[in-house]
T-cell receptor, first 112, second 113 residues
Framework: AQSVSQHNHHVILSEAASLELGCNYSYGGTVNLFWYVQYPGQHLQLLLKYFSGDPLVKGIKGFEAEFIKSKFSFNLRKPSVQWSDTAEYFCAVKSQGGKLIFGQGTELSVKP | EAGVAQSPRYKIIEKRQSVAFWCNPISGHATLYWYQQILGQGPKLLIQFQNNGVVDDSQLPKDRFSAERLKGVDSTLKIQPAKLEDSAVYLC???????????FGSGTRLTVV
């Protein structure tokens, strides 16, 4: 069965620090990968997605992610975080049937 | 375009009571999903509809949960009777058929006491 694992449960950074959140998935076939963000009290929003092509994907708000097939990884990065990036981040893989399988989430706290 | 609408936003009930949630997807979206998000976990699919037919309900606790999507538009999710472990946010999402375009609603936060 497909699964998604996020390495960090809670990350605390100072503003301007660089961010990398780990995500590994288990699925040997063609994958569609996503990162979602959930700001406090708000609904899930799509940050970026990978379907095919360039493994370095750029999303909204300065986020990017790199798909490394050999490592089954899709890590999220941002060179310089802001206080407004405080949120919970979810990695997800889309199954052939269309449903999204989510990781357990990483809570990011950015100190001003 | 209007987003996915869900109601109510919050609900507090006692265990063994029943509760229902409503979802109105984006107009024209053929696929509708209900996810359960327990605090500290990622969302987990409960049921997926394609128009008004069920595609996947393998993780729906059918002894207490039920869902329907009449006329292939709005959907309701019901829990009867509720248990303490049902406390979670229930998310509805929709997407066009054959195309990735997932949009999530704001969710209904259920607390069972």
């Amino acid at each position: 069965a497909q699964s998604v694992s996020q390495h960090n449960h809670h990350v605390i950074l100072s503003e301007a620090a660089s961010l990398e959140l780990g995500c590994n998935y288990s699925y040997g076939g063609t994958v569609n990968l996503f990162w979602y963000v959930q700001y406090p009290g708000q609904h899930l929003q799509l940050l970026l997605k990978y379907f095919s092509g360039d493994p370095l994907v750029k999303g909204i708000k300065g986020f990017e992610a790199e798909f490394i097939k050999s490592k089954f990884s899709f890590n999220l990065r941002k060179p310089s975080v802001q206080w407004s990036d405080t949120a919970e981040y979810f990695c997800a893989v889309k199954s052939q049937g269309g449903k999204l399988i989510f990781g357990q989430g990483t809570e990011l706290s950015v100190k001003p | 375009e209007a987003g996915v609408a869900q109601s109510p936003r919050y609900k507090i009930i006692e265990k063994r009571q029943s509760v229902a949630f409503w979802c109105n997807p984006i107009s024209g979206h053929a696929t509708l999903y209900w996810y359960q998000q327990i605090l500290g976990q990622g969302p987990k699919l409960l049921i997926q509809f394609q128009n008004n037919g069920v595609v996947d309900d393998s993780q729906l606790p059918k002894d207490r949960f039920s869902a329907e999507r009449l006329k292939g538009v709005d959907s309701t999710l019901k829990i009867q009777p509720a248990k303490l472990e049902d406390s979670a946010v229930y998310l509805c999402a929709s997407s066009p058929q054959g195309i990735y375009g997932y949009t999530f609603g704001s969710g209904t936060r259920l607390t069972v006491v």
